[in-house]
């Protein structure tokens, strides 16, 4: 499975943006897609995922501002992102689970200045 990431930037505090992960492959099949973010000098951790069933998991840093969704037609699983934050700023990473396999995209900046 490949994983083709998109929509990172730059944005002042309080924007939104909205990522974008285009799989290779039906995501119906997959068991659970996400999104991971890396800061400078920190390890990469869960920002929100979502399973073939639909159910839905976010960082409790993130709750209330970030949504996880997806387009089963389009292969497409998006992270529509609002009110940032300066902390917010990392390496954005698609992720998919199938099975015993974990694929991962390329990276997106994401930088939110204050």
């Known amino acids: 499975v490949q994983l083709q990431a998109s929509g990172g930037g730059l944005v002042q505090a309080g924007g939104s943006l909205r990522l974008s992960c285009v799989a290779s492959r039906s995501i119906f099949s997959l068991n659970v897609m996400g999104w991971y973010r890396q800061a400078p000098g920190k390890q990469r951790e869960l920002v929100a995922a979502i399973t073939n069933n639909g159910n839905t998991n976010y960082a409790d840093s993130v709750k209330g501002r970030f949504t996880i969704s997806r387009d089963i037609a389009k292969n497409t699983v998006d992270l529509q992102m609002n009110n940032l934050k300066p902390e917010d700023t990392a390496v954005y990473y698609c992720?998919?689970?199938?099975?015993?396999?974990?694929?991962w995209g390329q990276g997106t900046l994401v930088t939110v200045s204050s």
């Open positions: 992720k998919a689970d199938h099975g015993i396999y974990t694929y």
